[in-house]
């Protein structure tokens, strides 16, 4: 039995949004999608619901909101098994609850408090940090779409090489019909270029030579199907990673520790151009 995708939703447009990639992403994958409705959402992300929902009374907006987002999955795709939860509890719990037993968890980045849509919202935040299966942030021009948005690659941020990471950025590129461009940043520490006697006159040159050989061992096992596209790129993955973003669809980065975000992480989930897979790596 496959595990559900889940998506969460709140009411708003940005939510309801998120259920159409959640439904192009589960089908995509073959796996059923759930819909899931934290009720106490309202406490933290105000009362600004999606258009299709303004007639709702205040006794049978959970019912409506939960509703109106599994027609929406249904209508994009017929032969999709979509469920429903409502639970009376916060957001960002019921969702990492639910994604003990998921594949994945799909949230939008802001929800019902109209905050600009470059600021993160604290469930999406907060869901990120802490689930244990991947969860997928949508930023930017998604255009609603898991496929077919502007044909970009699927990129995946190479630090320590983690199992877990590459093998879902292959699939994800795999599935998309796409190149996976794999991405290494690196540094130079400022006073080995100023001072090092060694390496004067080309100072970053053995650190740009160690990071591809870096890239290259993490990509020993790369599938025959998928096209990799290897890059080095000089500077802090914090900046790096977004700046790829830019002409990708889908931006994959990994989470070493549980319940907190790291600063690329962070830095990555507030300035990506393009939906971010956040995936927990197992150590």
């Known amino acids: ?20 990639w959640a439904a192009d992403e589960a089908a995509l994958h073959a796996v059923p999608l759930l819909v899931v409705f934290g009720t106490l959402w309202e406490r933290y992300e105000g009362a600004a619901l999606a258009r299709e929902l303004d007639g709702a009374s205040a006794d049978a907006r959970a019912d409506d909101i939960i509703e109106a987002a599994a027609r929406r999955a ?22 990492v609850c639910a994604g003990r037993n998921a594949s994945m968890i799909i949230v939008g980045s802001r929800g019902r408090s109209g905050i600009a849509d470059r600021l993160l919202g604290s469930v999406s935040r907060t869901v990120a940090a802490g689930s244990d299966c ?41 599935l998309r019909d796409v190149p996976l461009a794999a991405v290494r940043a690196w540094r130079c520490p400022a006073h080995e270029a100023i001072d090092h006697p060694l390496l004067a006159g080309e100072p970053v040159r053995p650190y ?21 596209r290897r890059h080095t790129v000089e500077g802090p993955a914090r900046a790096v990673l977004p700046a790829a973003s830019a002409e990708a669809d889908l931006l994959v980065i990994g989470r070493r520790t549980q319940g907190r975000l790291g600063r ?19 150590t």
């Open 134 to 174: 991947p969860v997928v942030v949508l930023r930017g021009n998604h255009d609603n779409r898991a496929l077919g948005g502007g044909n970009g690659p699927v990129v995946v941020g190479v630090g320590e090489p983690s199992a877990s990471v590459l093998r879902l950025a292959f699939t994800e590129a795999r």
């Open 1 to 20: 039995m496959y595990l559900p995708l889940v998506v969460g939703v709140d009411g708003s447009e940005p939510s309801l949004r998120a259920v159409d």
């Open 208 to 228: 740009e030579q160690r990071a591809a050989r870096e890239l290259e061992a993490a990509l020993e096992d790369a599938p025959p199907d998928v096209a990799v």
């Open 264 to 282: 690329v992480a962070h830095a990555v989930l507030h300035r990506s151009a393009c939906p971010v897979v956040v995936v927990p790596e197992r």
């Open 74 to 95: 249904r209508r994009r795709h017929p032969h999709l098994v979509v469920t429903t939860e409502t639970v009376p509890d916060e957001a960002e719990h019921a969702l």
